[in-house]
């Protein structure tokens, strides 16, 4: 099974700086078949990102993700009072795993 | 619109059977087109896939939680299901269904998610 890492637990940063969050596997992740998700208290996870790099529907383009093999980041720059909330990783390149979260807090 | 809907007993006691139905409306699970999956996340704490299964009955389940989960489809009433056997308190959890994008064959990301549903086990 692959392990997800995701770090920091916890950032805290202001509206209108940027914001870098790390998600590691265990070992590497076929095609680059990561997603990332952006969850808010009482809801469910909403896609933000697919194919490491590709952004979902909708999605703003302040919303970045890079990287390949173990190591992928998600970007978000300017941060906007609404995108403080919970990101989780998933792997979906060999069965499905997620990372622990990461969560963005207001500082 | 694609919605999903989870519906089932919010309350199960100690070695009982968890189970749960997703209803999809807005598109037909039988359209063989996306892959459909449970997800859970206990009170507080981060996201578990449980398993995903294909129109045709074909199921993915997470090696944790093989031994005690079984997920079905019935294509006439465009759901699917779970039963998650022998539940202790650690399976308290909301619990998700949501849509997989399917490429190759391949169960890839959700991009839909039901509202969640929360069970507690409890006696």
């Known amino acids: 099974e692959i392990v997800l890492t995701q770090s920091p637990g916890t950032l805290s940063l202001s509206p209108g700086e940027g914001a870098t969050l790390s998600c590691r596997a265990s070992q590497s992740v076929t095609s680059s078949y990561l997603a990332w998700y952006q969850q808010k208290p009482g809801q469910p996870p909403r896609l933000l990102i697919y194919?490491?790099?590709s952004r979902a529907t909708g999605i703003p383009d302040r919303f970045s993700g890079s990287g390949s093999g173990t190591d992928f980041t998600l970007t978000i720059s300017r941060l906007e009072p609404e995108d403080f909330a919970v990101y989780y990783c998933q792997q979906y390149g060999s069965s499905h795993t997620f990372g622990q979260g990461t969560k963005l807090e207001i500082k | 619109q694609l919605q999903l809907q989870e519906s089932g007993p919010g309350l199960v006691k100690p070695s009982e059977t968890l189970s749960l139905t997703c209803t999809v409306s807005g598109g037909s699970i039988s359209s063989g087109i996306h892959h459909w999956g449970w997800i859970r996340q206990p009170p507080g704490k981060g996201l578990e896939w449980i398993g995903t299964?294909?129109?045709?009955?074909?199921?993915y389940y997470n090696p944790s939680l093989k031994s005690r989960v079984t997920i079905s489809v019935d294509t006439s009433k465009n759901e699917f299901s779970l039963k998650l056997t022998s539940v202790t308190a650690a399976d308290t959890a909301v619990y998700y269904c949501?849509?997989?994008?399917?490429?190759?064959?391949?169960?890839?990301?959700?991009?839909?998610w039901g509202q969640g549903t929360l069970v507690t086990v409890s006696s």
């Open positions: 299964i294909y129109y045709s009955g074909s199921t």
């Open positions: 194919g490491a790099s």
């Open positions: 949501a849509r997989h994008v399917t490429s190759s064959n391949w169960a890839k990301w959700f991009d839909y």
